[in-house]
Nanobody
Framework: QVQLVESGGGLVQAGGSLRLSCAAS????????MNWFRQAPGKEREFVAT????????NYADSVKGRFTISRDNAKNAVYLQMNSLKPEDTAVYYC?????WGQGTQVTVSS
């Protein structure tokens, strides 16, 4: 069965960096686009970034463009989100998504 397991969240000061990872299993990883979403307290879950199966094409929400980078390693069945210049408004639970499948999420907290 499909499994998506996020890791790498934590507490960081504004301006800092974190790298999230999502380990995938149960499907042919390189065949699928992978996505990161986030949900802040009291807000709707929102799109953050996506990457095609080959890794050649990426797209980002305007709010993270230029600060976050999505990448993948098809040999390791993993997708990553490098987050730089973090802001308090980036505080959220970050989720990995493939098709209709979601991971359990990892908490990112940015202190001011």
């Amino acid at each position: 069965q499909v499994q998506l397991v996020e890791s790498g969240g934590g507490l960081v000061q504004a301006g800092g960096s974190l790298r999230l990872s999502c380990a995938a299993s149960g499907f042919t990883f390189s065949n699928y686009n992978m996505n990161w979403f986030r949900q802040a307290p009291g807000k709707e879950r929102e799109f953050v970034a996506t990457i095609t199966g080959s890794g050649r094409t990426t797209n980002y929400a305007d709010s993270v463009k230029g600060r976050f980078t999505i990448s993948r390693d098809n040999a390791k069945n993993a997708v990553y989100l490098q987050m730089n210049s973090l802001k308090p408004e980036d505080t959220a639970v970050y989720y990995c998504k493939m098709g209709t499948y979601w991971g359990q999420g990892t908490q990112v907290t940015v202190s001011s």
